[in-house]
DNA sequence: TATAAATAATACCTAAAGGTATCATATATG
DNA sequence: CATATATGATACCTTTAGGTATTATTTATA
């Protein structure tokens, strides 16, 4: 598990909400889809409400939408909003100084994964996860 | 951080007694250079003989030092011994079944990173980590 | 053989991530 | 305007990784 488990939600439900854009999901639609945890589940919702990736809309058929167009919207962008860790050292061992003055063997090694790992959160957008794609994924992962 | 911290600190220990291979290193020598947790640090020496990576010598003037030659420890070993997670899932949302069945978008690319990583991980030794290039790396976490 | 200095074993504590429960608020519609 | 159904806010519980404390065991050597 590379990313933690909150910020693989957050993909999931980022891709399920770009897999039809047109409709309000609610919280239900999106556990019937997903399956996680039903209360965890809705307060994810509004820490991405209130990171602005996903718009609310309160009261009776209310639910979410995603803020942007698909194509604006990066895996980049989900794992800032999650306050993900992963990008939080640059050194292998964890120093804290390593990137500063003299590099590790490890250094360029290293940097070359985390460069490439940037780079694909990146260059890919939600665009990438619409229809089929996302429903065959979400059927796989029920069996 | 891409490795839990008792995995970087396994690398920084390992990779501190292949430094100085003669020479019997006590808790307190590798405490000093590296500055983990003492007691911690202890815990994790007993971990690390358990898997096999160093040998013990208990008794007064006892101490750790690796069990086998430097060009045949892996950092791949290391992770294994401290049953790091990052490689227990392969799908890049977490679903389980991803690898087995149909694959997601995602699904090349992300292969593409843990097969980068895994490379790395399985073609450094702690070789590369010998002497000069090891005490710098510690004084530089140092200041 | 007593002692000092090392590791081993075990139990416990703490912080953070993940997950649950409850009540408050918003809103479409009869 | 009452009600049903949605999200928002908040407090609390659980699990796990990380860290601490205590006691037991080992062994070199005076």
Redesign the pocket.
């Known amino acids: 598990m590379i990313f933690?488990?909150?910020t693989e939600y957050a993909f999931r439900i980022m891709s399920f909400l770009a897999s039809d854009k047109e409709k309000l999901h609610?919280?239900?639609d999106i556990f019937d889809a997903l399956h996680i945890?039903?209360?965890?589940l809705?307060?994810q919702?509004?820490v991405l409400?209130?990171t602005g990736l996903v718009v609310?809309?309160?009261?009776?058929?209310?639910?979410?939408m995603l803020a942007k167009k698909e194509k604006d919207i990066t895996l980049w962008d989900i794992v800032i909003a999650m306050h993900d860790?992963l990008f939080e050292t640059n050194c292998f061992f964890g120093y804290e100084k390593c990137a500063l003055s003299q590099h590790c063997m490890m250094h360029s090694r290293w940097a070359g994964v985390k460069e490439m790992i940037e780079n694909i959160l990146k260059t890919t957008t939600l665009e990438d996860f619409k229809k089929e794609n996302m429903h065959d994924l979400i059927k796989m992962s029920d069996q």
């Open positions: 933690n488990r909150t609610n919280t239900s945890p039903f209360r965890y809705r307060k919702m509004t409400t209130k609310s809309i309160q009261g009776k058929y209310g639910g979410y860790k």
